[in-house]
């Protein structure tokens, strides 16, 4: 898709981070905006930010819980309604939630997978058919994550959901081409980014916060991994200069990280020998902008702080 100026764009989980990165550097490119996240201050300030840098770009912004199918639909019939169309869908939208498989609560699986996946589920049933019948050139980007291609411990929950993120990205993919469709999907994969994505538990709603559990070693350890990720992490334009060349570029996976090729071509290698791929020593290299490992030593990952 290599014209972007004049067309639309939406963007969820656009009130920081990636989201709002992308909003501005699709306004940049002289997209007018759909902008939907949960947090109704970081959404007015990324449509503040947008307007203050992007001349004759239109912005609307909704409050959306990508997660409720009816609230992404909402979202969709009033940006078709006020802008005419959409051409780039970037579901964004994302949260973290850690842990080790055994430990976690049905509630610690509910949520991530409810707005990791079933955002990007919600997102193409509401917005990609209308898109289809516009006949147009367009896009369907999908924030998915470097865990939605190596697993690592103590961070099941969101390796679930961003595994199926990326499964959910490529069968969307294939049946959109199999359909001769004009749309083209990327699958953006970032490690680690400086956003707010170590502090999600802020949005997470009451319904699904496991009762009495207080918080255990287990979730100290999945904090200090991703407050490390992001800590250590790149800047979210970088991310989003490497998500618009990838839709104008009609590329599907997009890595963000040095390194990052190889270690899937290691850790692919290893599965197809029938090993268990590994994240210790030298083989750390998730995270920051140098491609240095941020994950705790050995000890830490195996519970013995």
Same mark, same amino acid.
């Given at each position: ?31 007018? @905006?759909? @902008? ?23 912005? *609307? ?5 990508? %997660? ?28 973290? &939630? ?6 976690? !609560? ?16 919600? $997102? ?46 490529? %069968?969307?993919? &294939? ?21 707010? @994505? ?14 009495? #559990?207080?918080?255990? !070693? ?14 250590? $992490?790149?800047?979210?334009? !970088? ?13 599907? *996976? ?7 090729? !190889?270690? @899937? ?19 750390? #290299? ?6 240095? $490992?941020?994950?705790?030593? #050995?000890?830490?990952? %195996?519970?013995?702080?």
């Amino acid at each position: 898709m290599r014209e972007l100026s004049g067309r639309v764009a939406v963007v969820t989980g656009a009130g920081g981070g990636i989201g709002r990165a992308l909003a501005l550097g699709l306004a940049a490119e002289g997209m007018s @905006l759909m @902008l939907a996240d949960v947090d109704p201050g970081g959404l007015a300030d990324t449509a503040s930010l947008v307007e203050a840098g992007a001349d004759g770009v239109k912005v *609307l912004t909704e409050i959306t819980d990508v %997660s409720d199918p009816v609230a992404v639909e909402h979202l969709a019939d009033r940006t078709f309604g006020e802008l005419g169309a959409v051409h780039v869908l970037c579901n964004n939208a994302g949260i973290f &939630q850690g842990g080790r498989m055994w430990t976690r !609560e049905p509630e610690d699986f509910a949520w991530p997978l409810g707005v990791n996946l079933w955002g990007i589920l919600h $997102g193409v049933r509401a917005f990609v058919p209308r898109m289809i019948d516009q006949d147009t050139e367009g896009h369907i980007l999908n924030t998915v994550s470097a865990a939605g291609l190596f697993a690592m411990p103590h961070m099941g929950p969101y390796t679930v959901s961003k595994y199926a993120a990326l499964a959910a990205s490529q %069968s969307l993919a &294939q049946d959109l081409a199999a359909a001769g469709s004009k749309l083209r999907v990327t699958a953006l994969c970032p490690g680690g980014v400086r956003t707010g @994505l170590n502090h999600s538990g802020r949005h997470r709603p009451e319904n699904l916060v496991a009762a009495g #559990r207080a918080e255990d !070693e287990d979730e100290e350890v999945s904090a200090a991994i991703i407050d490390g990720f992001v800590e250590e $992490g790149v800047d979210p334009a !970088e991310v989003a200069l490497a998500a618009v060349t990838a839709i104008r570029e009609e590329r599907f *996976l997009v890595l963000t990280h040095p390194g990052y090729a !190889e270690m @899937l071509r290691e850790h692919t290698e290893a599965l197809i020998a029938g090993a268990l791929p590994s994240f210790s020593g030298e083989e750390n #290299r998730v995270g920051g902008r140098d491609g240095e $490992g941020v994950l705790p030593d #050995r000890g830490d990952l %195996s519970g013995h702080r």
